[in-house]
């Protein structure tokens, strides 16, 4: 099941995934019940592929809804007790830079001058990989220190750059596993890919980002 910006969809079951899909997409912020949005989902063993689903949809709503993808898998993190520490680690992946497309530059209204860095870094908690992310951002809108931490650091880019109050708007979202695959997902799977820009406070673009969130975000830790 795919979602973009002009609402295309797919299967029939990733219904209320598109309707909170749809609404990030045009801008807005989707609307969870507090059920939804604060209450652990458990997988049941009388029906694993459907607490799959349900796990899935869960937390792709709380990443369409939230500013920060780092809080939202740091508190997921901590809820299913994947690990003491639930604060996230980005390991740098190396590899040829991605180049931005034209229609990237646009959107995060470049000079024809102005330089862009990018980083591709796995995000992990506790030795699991939760996600794996390219990041374009404009270092010219960032402050020097902030600069410096994701060059040296392995801090998540959401927590370098919380102090500037970003807000994140949603390009696309995109289903990369169905329950109407044989298997179930492994910790290595890839689940859902996410494709969204951030701005400042002052609605100043300065960072977009593509996520794949992995088959390690259903584990459950000891508690």
């Not at 931005?100 to 030795?127: F, I, K, M, N, W």
């Not at 951002?137 to 750059?161: D, H, I, K, Q």
């Amino acid at each position: 099941m795919d979602v973009d910006a002009d609402g295309a969809m797919g299967t029939e079951s990733g219904k209320r995934i598109v309707v909170l899909a749809l609404a990030a997409a045009v801008g807005g912020a989707a609307t969870l019940t507090p059920a939804r949005a604060n209450e652990p989902v458990a997988i049941h063993p009388s029906e694993p592929r459907a607490g799959t689903e349900r796990l899935i949809e869960t937390l792709s709503a709380r990443l369409l809804a939230a500013h920060s993808a780092t809080a939202v898998l740091e508190a997921w993190c901590a809820e299913r007790g994947l690990a003491i520490d639930p604060r996230l680690t980005a390991v740098r992946v190396s590899g040829p830079e991605k180049m931005l497309s034209d229609l990237q530059r646009e959107r995060l209204a470049l000079r024809p001058d102005e330089p862009v860095r990018y980083r591709r870094v796995r995000l992990t908690c506790g030795g699991h990989v939760l996600s794996e992310a390219d990041n374009w951002y404009v270092p010219s809108r960032l402050t020097a220190e902030m600069n410096t931490m994701l060059e040296t650091t392995e801090a998540p880019f959401g927590r370098v750059v919380h102090p500037l109050a970003p807000t994140r708007r949603n390009l696309s979202l995109k289903m990369l596993w169905t329950p109407e695959e044989l298997e179930p997902p492994g910790p290595e799977k890839k689940l859902f890919f996410v494709e969204a820009v951030l701005s400042t406070a002052a609605g100043i673009p300065f960072c977009e980002v593509a996520e794949t969130y992995t088959g390690a975000v259903l584990a459950r830790g000891e508690r």
